[in-house]
């Protein structure tokens, strides 16, 4: 059951759960008053939502054209009112404050037009930040994992969240919690990383964040998105059972013990030949009848009616809707299609019990009465507008008149900020503790100050190099030429010349990202062979559909870097100018011969709109690098699909050419420092429904400050069914300073040795295992050799998930 749900009252502030007994009564005997009085259609028209988007002029909410075809207008919908409106800022360059008015009058409209006054969920995107026009722009997930550090991720989300719930935003399509299986698949940049506890502790922080400002957090894409075959968007998925149950569900199955979330969006995947918005046994019997789930589900969109167009398991629309209903989906996105008359239909001919639709329907309308939508005195006034009433717009402008002068609407321009300095702190904050230093040969970062630079590569003067595809410059601002960012994104270019203002800096493009035109190669090893040091800028271009080297849409044949950058790295290193090379992408690429042979190697993963200076400050020595690598980087262009979560036969062996060795593995990235560990002591055995304890000692032996990642690694040599080599099961951020160390003692649960048997059911089998106290996965530092004794123990969903660290600072080197 979920014990953290958010509740606000009718304004959407935030209400303390402890006085709402009362209110949560009435609320609930709301939702069953609408039921018994609602008419089927009135039903159907709260399952499903309206894409929208918002006007320029401050104009209402208008349809949005689409690739299925073109939705009822909103005034054939309104008598029966809506459940849901899309991306109301998520789909035009809009000024958030006339985009806010804009979403009230489409509110005002909505509950006007329908019999019980019942306002529609707005949603939007906010998978790296708000998905708004001069809203901030945060690192894309893959980076959230680099940081190691859910405390902030979790800082991020209610940042996030507050800014949409200020303009009228009650949902967010976010987080992604799919589990990366192969790094060819383009949407590896809204993924958290290639290991479940990982995913699931950052994704789960970034979720409470959301739901604590308001906003109903959206975990997706459940499940199994990202294990589908050759690494292609969309398409089959064939993983067993056992890689489902202890890789893909562990991060949903503890964002929804843990976060307090309030909806899921099922994957468009097939598993095995069944589609996620059909699967009963997902949906229903997983989430709900098991873990407890009491939320929504919603599509992912056009979901429902892929059920009929590309899987082929519904004959009509009728039939897709009867499907993903009776399985479990609540709310269809991003428009009606199959929820409309087709489901009526369905439902006239006894294809669907009406019990059905109401099941989904109380689901939606208690989430509703959650956000205060059904209280008598909700107004769609949103909070950022309710403090302009009167002094910017005058009374009538927010509460009476549909019109209001130009004059006031120009007034009205610029007075929301949803880039405020404080966001963007935490943009930079989160920037900076994810790049990753991946090599430093000779110790040639930081870097003291260079007479001349050479900046070459594609990635050195494009202002959206640090961005995502689901941020709104790339999402939606692509689309629209010549329309201003919204945000200030300066360029690689432009934040060296900042840090480095003594340095002459020769920039140099070389090559485009993923043209194979090698003409500027010539001015680029010219200007390298010129230069004290190359800074060799390269990665992808994020986008939708082929129109990026990464993101949605975008999946890759190999590793290997997109279009000519590999040979102008080749190039670059020939000249014999140390290489300092630097990635800003959206996936792990193999670097051939620059793994050995540049004079450093910064890895990056979109690091949103403060990364250039993230960059810079890791060059100069003003920041420390603390990023470790949520994926491995692969040493071979070929060798995917390849995680570091693979059994003793997916590494290296005698009987195959291959090698999958990674160049740089899960977890790795340096300092400039160095760390020793030491003392270690452990309990060498406990029962099976006991508890390991280890602890050992860190210190700081190198001459600056610096943050180690402890990372604890579970090894089980002998087990029933085949396991990893070593999977994660805890880590901590120790910050210390030259010379101090730190005590570490890690409580370690039984429970995390578990796994799925063969019998199905997840089981503690007795046996000798290894705790790996490490660096990262490939840099074991201390190991532990322990015995769980006694019968083997199944366990369930309420099984304990996380080792408990306990941190104490020591003794600086030195001191007495």
Known sequence: MNDNVTTTDAQGDLTDLTDLTDLTGQRAARVEQLLSEMTLGEKIGQLYGLWAGASENGAEVA????????????????????????????????DPALGALSLLRTQRRIVAGNRFALPAMAHDECLAGFAAWGATTYPVPLAWGAAFDPDLVREMGGAIGRDMRSVGVHQGLAPVLDVV???????????????????GTTATAYIQGLETAGIVATLKHFAGYSASRGGRNLAPVGMGTRERADVVLPPFEMAVRESGVRSVMHSYTDTDGVPCAADEELLTG???????????????????????????????????????????????????????????????????PEDVIDRALRRVLTQKAQLGLLDPEWSPVPPALAALAGADLGEDGLTGADLVAPEALERLRGTV???????????????????????????????????????VGPQAESPTAVLGCYSFPVHVGSQHPGTPYGIELPTLREALAAEFPDSEIVTVAGSGIDTADTTGFADAVRAAADADLVIAALGDRAGLFGRGTSGEGCDAESLALPGVQGQLLDALLDTGTPVVLTLLAGRPYALGRAVDEAAAIVQSFFPGQEGTSALAGVFSGRITPSGRLPVSVPRLTGAQPSTYLVPRLGQLSEVSNLDPTPAFGFGHGLTYT???????????????????EVSFTVRNTGPAAGVEVVQVYLHDPVASVVQPVQRLIGYARVALEAGESAGISVHVPADLASFTGRNGQRVVEPGELELRLAASSTDTRLTARCTLTGPARTVDHTRELHARFTVTAGEAAGRS
């Not at 090599?439 to 900046?455: K, M, T, V, Y």
């Open 181 to 199: 299986r192969d790094a060819r698949w383009g949407r590896v940049e809204e993924t958290i990383g290639e290991d479940p506890y990982l995913v």
């Open 674 to 692: 160095t760390f020793g560990w030491s003392d270690l002591r452990a309990r060498e055995s406990a029962p099976t429904d006991g508890a390991l």
């Open 63 to 94: 349809p949005h054209q689409h690739d299925m075809d073109k939705p009822p207008s909103l005034a054939e919908l309104l008598p029966d009112g809506l459940g849901q409106l899309t991306r109301p800022f998520g789909t035009v360059p809009v």
């Open 286 to 352: 997983l989430l709900r009848d098991t873990w407890g789930f009491e939320g929504t589900v919603v599509s992912d969109y056009f979901g429902v009616a892929f059920l009929k167009t590309l899987h082929g398991v519904a004959g009509d629309w009728g039939g897709a809707a009867t499907a993903a209903l009776s399985a479990g989906v609540d709310v269809e996105l991003p428009t009606v299609k199959t929820f409309g008359e087709p489901l009526r239909e369905a439902v006239a001919a006894a294809l669907l």
């Open 417 to 455: 900020d949803l880039d405020s300095p404080a966001h963007r702190d935490i943009s930079r904050r989160l920037a900076e503790q994810s790049v990753i230093l991946l090599s430093n040969r000779e110790g040639r970062l930081p870097l003291r100050g260079p007479a001349r630079i050479a900046l």
